[in-house]
């Protein structure tokens, strides 16, 4: 069931049948484990528990500010029936906290300052939406001066900062960035960071000895010095400024990379900017799991070859897809490609170019899928433990410039493709 249909259940089972249920003998630890689906919250900090096949899935983060919302009513309610599950709903008011202008930061901290039993010690999740002219400076010295120093519980945090930061005032917000991460408190064991920062202000995150998840973005200069995170195993780069950074970092543990090469910029100077694949080898064989976000235009390569051989453990691979009308094929392919361990592979198919289409189009993406996995079908020997092959085609058939497609032609789609791939041993499958 879907988790807005289990948490709509829940509200409704609480509204209206909840005194039914106040046994005294009924156990407490019943009752958290109903509050804590009827609370929870989907973000960009916990996508493993509410995804945990996210390396399959499109790059979908569900909206912060529906997803935060949409649960408080059940949280202030919870805390309203009884002085017994006030006591009992406290901490998941209290839980995971989204911040999304300097009054909400101000709010916070007076909570946390004026109440003699604060619940800063319930708070386990902190992440921030604040965009570039929003008064960044008023929300770092209030998360740095009242809020963290407060969350001893602490373990997550994120800065989520959409849009352009003004060049001119970069290095003065850098400063305030900087102070910041270093008043993170170290028990943290996922740390989502999207808002410029120096390289070198990092260092402070050796510190961080319970860090597992890493996902950077908007990294404005390289760092000198060196970064040893022994424990992190689950490591995104949300930029190809922030993975030629990171790739000189020194992460023995990672199991989960994904990794994010795509020029926005238009340019094709990718070794500059780290975004060449033979650059992967910074990483240990130890990863198991690569997910790699791609642009055709501009990657130097013709076969996934020099991606997944340095990896012997790899057990899972996912790639975005182009379908460029000028040159379908310009993409990566699987031709020749060998590796002893591999078993699962994920496709995430997208337009790349928006223009009119014809009616065929959805049985040229049939002919071009086929052709572009013709080293998968064929790969007992090169690939022997290859089993299932994972496609999301969403993002074409919900293109907004095209709405004459719609399930009918999704579900044409597939069977003419699966059609095709019959007498293959691999398990093909589909995410709508």
């Not at 290859?386 to 095209?402: C, N």
């Amino acid at each position: 069931m879907h988790l807005d249909s289990v948490r709509n259940y829940i509200s409704h089972l609480l509204s209206t049948t909840l005194q039914t249920f106040m046994d005294p003998h009924f156990p407490p630890e019943i009752w958290r484990m109903v509050f804590r689906l009827a609370t929870f919250t989907a973000t960009c900090l916990n996508v493993m528990e509410w995804n945990p096949n996210c390396l399959f899935s499109s790059s979908y983060l569900p909206d912060p500010t529906q997803s935060y919302e949409s649960t408080l009513p059940v949280k202030k309610t919870l805390t309203l029936v009884s002085r017994q599950f006030y006591e009992m709903s406290i901490e998941f008011m209290f839980g995971c906290i989204q911040i999304f202008d300097t009054r909400h930061a101000l709010l916070l901290a007076d909570i946390l300052q004026s109440h003699r039993d604060s619940p800063a010690k319930w708070i386990k999740h902190l992440l921030v939406h604040l965009g570039p002219a929003d008064g960044v400076h008023l929300m770092d010295s209030t998360l740095i001066t009242v809020s963290l120093p407060r969350c001893g519980n602490l373990t997550a945090f994120g800065w989520e900062s959409p849009g352009r930061f003004p060049h001119d005032k970069i290095q003065e917000l850098n400063k305030g960035a900087q102070d910041l991460m270093r008043s993170i408190p170290w028990g943290i064991s996922a740390l989502r960071w999207n808002r410029p920062l120096s390289g070198n202000h990092f260092t402070s995150l050796s510190r961080h000895t319970a860090l597992r998840h890493l996902s950077i973005a908007r990294i404005i200069s390289p760092n000198q010095r060196l970064v040893i995170l022994p424990c992190v195993t689950h490591l995104e780069t949300r930029d190809i400024r922030a993975w030629d950074v990171l790739r000189h970092w020194r992460m023995p543990s990672v199991s989960y990379l994904k990794v994010n090469w795509y020029n926005r910029g238009g340019g094709t100077d990718n070794e500059h900017f780290g975004s060449d694949p033979r650059t992967i080898h910074f990483f240990p064989d130890s990863i198991r799991r690569l997910s790699i976000y791609i642009d055709a235009y501009t990657m130097p390569f013709a076969s996934f070859l020099p991606i997944i051989t340095p990896f012997p453990k790899l057990e899972t691979f996912s790639y975005e897809l182009d379908l460029i009308a000028e040159d379908p094929n310009n993409n990566p392919n699987w031709i020749g490609v060998h590796h002893p361990n591999l078993r699962h592979v994920g496709i995430h198919c997208r337009q790349s170019v928006p223009r009119p289409l014809e009616r065929n189009f959805v049985f040229h993406w049939a002919d071009f899928i086929t052709h572009h996995i013709q080293g998968l079908i064929n790969s007992h020997a090169h690939l022997p433990r290859l089993t299932d092959v994972t496609f999301s085609i969403a993002w074409v058939f919900q293109e907004r410039d095209y709405p004459r497609y719609d399930k009918t032609d999704e579900w044409r789609f597939f069977t003419n493709l699966f059609d095709s791939l019959s007498d293959s041993s691999i398990k093909f499958t589909y995410e709508s």
